[in-house]
């Protein structure tokens, strides 16, 4: 037998599938991984359907279908401000974390360092390290887990290939404004930092909060990958299917990587999207549904004794129990998802190193009646306590 000599010794199973498999075991609601348990639009579906029914079923286009990054460059334009070449800076992909996966892989050698603040979206440690390059990770500021600008200049050595931000943050719900934005300019002003923005919650954002994305901003954007989901503005995650925008240099390594790997995305589902990416209520209202789901389970868990942190976008919210159990999160997590039966996530999963700091990751994008039903279970599990 050859010897295994794991490229990523110290990875295990994701905590989604961990989590996900027990909730499924427990038969437990499930508040863990984000995605929407509400029907997507059936219009939607139907254009799919139609690109099928007329032969849309052959490979797509490496860089994905024109008529969709047609579409995306027209909506940068609107929302943004940024004139998007459509043909050399957007690459459909399948979904967000692949789209950060090839960004990271195209530029980083062994040897670099990434800065990754913590909490992190656990995709992002192991992506670094499967490319040989350094994680050094910066901690959020606890109680709001704001960005210490001055700790990151801490961490910046002449080996800092890349920062990666992401804003509305998985999991902490946190979004960059105007200062984080002037801070991350001042830091990688004439240095050779790229920057991997992930901005796949970019149109769940509350509180009457804009998504600073780094594409309104040209010197930023000039040494920047921006990665989108598509799944998340269309309640269809399990589609796959989301983007990059990158200048045409950076495009260009990107497409080297890309063009070996998946080669091409979902052709059907493509064509359905460019139709619909036009639609600008499918997307303005984002924001104001998943606001009142914010709401609405934030107040009930509040109720069963819970307490919810501040969370300005994303699917999530963090909640502390420290006034209810001195347990690891890990542990109190696994007792929710068992005995209460509902899933969430436990948060010093998204830390490289144990942290524990008593907050669980909840995902508030359910049905109203999923909401009602999960916190009624929680409440009853911790007035047994
Ligand atoms: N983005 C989703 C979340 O944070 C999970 C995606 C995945 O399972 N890889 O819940």
């Given at each position: 037998?050859p010897?295994?000599n794991?490229k990523l ?9 961990e989590?996900?498999?027990l909730a499924?075991?427990?038969d437990?609601i499930n508040?863990?991984?984000g ?8 219009e ?6 139609l ?9 797509a286009?490496m860089?994905?279908v024109?008529a969709l990054r047609?579409?995306i ?5 609107i929302?943004?401000?940024r004139?998007?070449?459509y ?10 974390t692949?789209?950060?996966y ?7 050698r ?19 390290e499967?490319?040989g ?6 901690p959020?500021?606890?109680p709001?887990?704001?960005?210490n600008?001055?700790?990151i ?6 080996r ?8 509305p943050?998985?999991p902490t ?15 990688v ?9 992930d ?9 009457e ?6 594409l309104?901003?040209k010197y930023l954007?000039?040494?920047s ?6 799944g ?7 589609w796959k299917?989301g983007?990059?925008i990158a200048?045409?240099?950076?495009s260009?390594?990107?497409r080297k ?6 080669f091409?995305c979902n052709?059907p ?8 990416l036009?639609?600008?209520?499918e997307?303005k209202?984002?924001s104001k549904t998943?606001?009142l ?5 934030a ?5 069963a ?11 999530f919210?963090?909640y ?8 690891t ?5 696994k007792k929710l998802?068992t ?5 969430c ?9 144990q942290t524990?700091n008593?907050?669980?990751?909840f995902c508030f994008?359910k049905?109203d009646?999923t ?5 009624e279970?929680?409440s009853?599990f911790?007035?047994?306590l």
């Amino acid at each position: 037998m050859p010897s295994l000599n794991s490229k990523l010794p110290h990875t295990g199973e994701t905590i989604f599938t961990e989590i996900n498999t027990l909730a499924a075991k427990h038969d437990a609601i499930n508040l863990g991984q984000g995605f929407p348990d509400f029907p997507m639009n059936g219009e939607l579906i139907e254009e799919v359907y139609l690109a099928m029914k007329s032969g849309r079923n052959q490979y797509a286009h490496m860089n994905g279908v024109p008529a969709l990054r047609k579409a995306i460059a027209e909506k940068v334009k609107i929302l943004y401000g940024r004139e998007i070449d459509y043909e050399e800076e957007i690459t459909v992909t399948p979904g967000g974390t692949y789209a950060i996966y090839t960004a990271l892989t195209s530029i980083l050698r062994s040897g670099d360092e990434v800065i990754i603040l913590e909490p992190a979206f656990d995709s992002y440690i192991p992506n670094v390290e499967i490319n040989g390059a350094t994680p050094v990770l910066v901690p959020l500021s606890l109680p709001n887990y704001s960005i210490n600008w001055k700790l990151i200049r801490q961490h910046v050595t002449e080996r800092t290939k890349c920062i990666i931000l992401n804003s509305p943050n998985n999991p902490t719900g946190t979004v960059l404004d105007k200062n984080d934005i002037r801070e991350l300019h001042d830091l990688v002003n004439e240095t050779n930092i790229f920057i991997l923005s992930d901005e796949v919650y970019e149109h769940i954002i509350f509180d009457e909060l804009d998504n600073e994305s780094l594409l309104k901003y040209k010197y930023l954007y000039e040494r920047s990958f921006v990665c989108f989901s598509l799944g998340k503005v269309y309640n269809c995650t399990g589609w796959k299917i989301g983007y990059c925008i990158a200048p045409r240099d950076l495009s260009y390594e990107f497409r080297k990587v890309h063009q070996f790997n998946c080669f091409s995305c979902n052709t059907p589902i493509q064509y359905a999207l460019a139709t619909f990416l036009t639609h600008e209520n499918e997307y303005k209202n984002l924001s104001k549904t998943f606001q009142l789901k914010r709401d609405l389970l934030a107040s009930l868990m509040r109720s069963a004794g819970l307490v919810p942190l501040t969370s300005h976008g994303s699917y999530f919210q963090l909640y502390s129990f420290r006034n209810i159990s001195g347990e690891t999160e890990m542990a109190f997590a696994k007792k929710l998802c068992t005995q209460a039966r509902v899933a969430c996530i436990p948060v010093s999963a998204f830390y490289k190193d144990q942290t524990d700091n008593s907050v669980l990751r909840f995902c508030f994008a359910k049905k109203d009646d999923t909401l009602w039903e999960a916190a009624e279970r929680i409440s009853q599990f911790i007035s047994r306590l």
